[in-house]
C-alpha cells in the first residue's frame, strides 16, 4: 500500500470548507498540518466543491464556487501552484485520473487540466445543464465489462 493519501496505511486526509479553506490533516497525530485559503477571494469565501489526488501523490486539485481550480503542492506545504479560471459558473464536480483533473461546472462545460504541467489541456460545453457528477473507467476492466448486468 502506498503512503500517504491512498490505501490502508493512509495518514493524511483532506477536508474543502464553506470557507473556501482546504485542510490537510495528519490522521495519526490528530491535527491539521496545513490549511490553504485556496477558494476566499476579495468578497469573501467561495467554498470548496471537491478536491482529488493526483496519481503521484504531489498534487492537490480543489474545485470552489469561486470558479477556479486550484493545483497545491505537497512538496512546498500544500502551497497554491496554480490557478485555472476556466469555468464561468460554479464548478459542480471534479475527478482525478493518473495526473490529469477533469472539471464540470454549472453552465455544462468540461475543462481537462494537467496536474504535472498546470496547465489546462483542453475544454468543451457539450451540455446544457450543470455537470453534477463525473467518473471514470475502471483501470483494470473495459467499459463493456463496467456497463455489463450482473
Not at 485559503?37 to 504531489?58: R, S
Not at 464556487?65 to 503542492?73: F, K, V
Not at 490557478?83 to 453552465?107: L, P, Q, T, W
Not at 446544457?128 to 450482473?150: C, F, H, I, Y
Amino acid at each position: 500500500e502506498r503512503e500517504g493519501y491512498g490505501g490502508s496505511e493512509a495518514s493524511m486526509f483532506l477536508t474543502g470548507a464553506q470557507d473556501g479553506h482546504v485542510r490537510i490533516w495528519d490522521l495519526r497525530a490528530k491535527r491539521e498540518v496545513a490549511n490553504i485559503p485556496a477558494h476566499v477571494n476579495q468578497k469573501g469565501a467561495g467554498a470548496v466543491a471537491g478536491l482529488e489526488v493526483a496519481n503521484d501523490l504531489q498534487t492537490v486539485a480543489s474545485a470552489g464556487a469561486d470558479r477556479t481550480i486550484c493545483m497545491l503542492d505537497a512538496r512546498k506545504g500544500f502551497q497554491i501552484r496554480h490557478r485555472a479560471c476556466e469555468h464561468s459558473d460554479f464548478i459542480y464536480s471534479i475527478k482525478a485520473v493518473d495526473n490529469y483533473v477533469v472539471s464540470g461546472g454549472g453552465d455544462g462545460s468540461l475543462y481537462c487540466h494537467s496536474m504535472a504541467e498546470d496547465k489546462v489541456l483542453w475544454g468543451v460545453k457539450p451540455l446544457k445543464n450543470a455537470v453534477a457528477a463525473l467518473g471514470q473507467q475502471s483501470k483494470d476492466s473495459s467499459w463493456r465489462e463496467t456497463m455489463a448486468p450482473q
